[in-house]
């Protein structure tokens, strides 16, 4: 089947890829914390949808295109969407860096959150490309099976 878009907005696009299997979310402008938080909420929403018991699911946030977003935008994601996806058995996410210098940092404070909760089953990572990010989830998958 491949990638198909299952949600699109004017500021953002998700998919499922179920080749990988991931959810991808596109963020294509910047968005305030409204839009940012719910947009974010609706892409949980998909990945919980799409992850199967059987298997791993790779959530991945392109945020190439992203501006600025606030750093409470960023800690309301780690604090509150974070610990939805472990019970849902989310642990997979990869998150595609911004060429926008400000947006990087957004990027960099997300994973930091992140990393210093007690959400360590989560593994998140930063990554210049999709095709990076597919083969690092690979990698981890492979490992798992051995």
């Known amino acids: 089947m491949g990638s198909i878009i299952v949600y699109s907005e004017e500021k953002g696009v998700i998919?499922?890829?179920d080749s990988v299997p991931c959810v991808i979310a596109r963020y294509l402008a910047f968005m305030n914390s409204?839009?940012?938080?719910?947009?974010?909420?609706?892409?949980?929403?998909?990945?919980i949808k799409?992850?199967?018991p059987d298997e791993e699911l790779l959530f991945?946030?392109?945020t190439t295109k992203s501006l600025v977003q606030p750093k409470a935008d960023t800690d309301w994601a780690a604090a509150n969407l974070n610990p939805i996806a472990l019970k849902a058995g989310l642990k997979f996410?990869?998150?595609?860096?911004p060429i926008d210098l400000f947006g990087e940092r957004m990027v960099k404070n997300y994973v930091k959150a992140t990393r210093s909760?007690?959400?360590?089953?989560?593994?998140?990572?930063i990554f210049k490309s999709e095709e990076d990010a597919i083969n690092w989830f690979n990698t981890i998958k492979n490992s798992e099976l051995a």
Do not use: P
């Open 60 to 62: 991945i946030a392109d």
């Open 15 to 17: 998919e499922y890829d």
């Open 117 to 125: 909760s007690d959400q360590d089953e989560l593994s998140v990572d």
């Open 50 to 52: 799409y992850k199967k």
């Open 93 to 97: 996410s990869a998150l595609l860096l």
């Open 34 to 47: 409204e839009e940012f938080r719910a947009f974010a909420t609706k892409t949980l929403e998909y990945s």
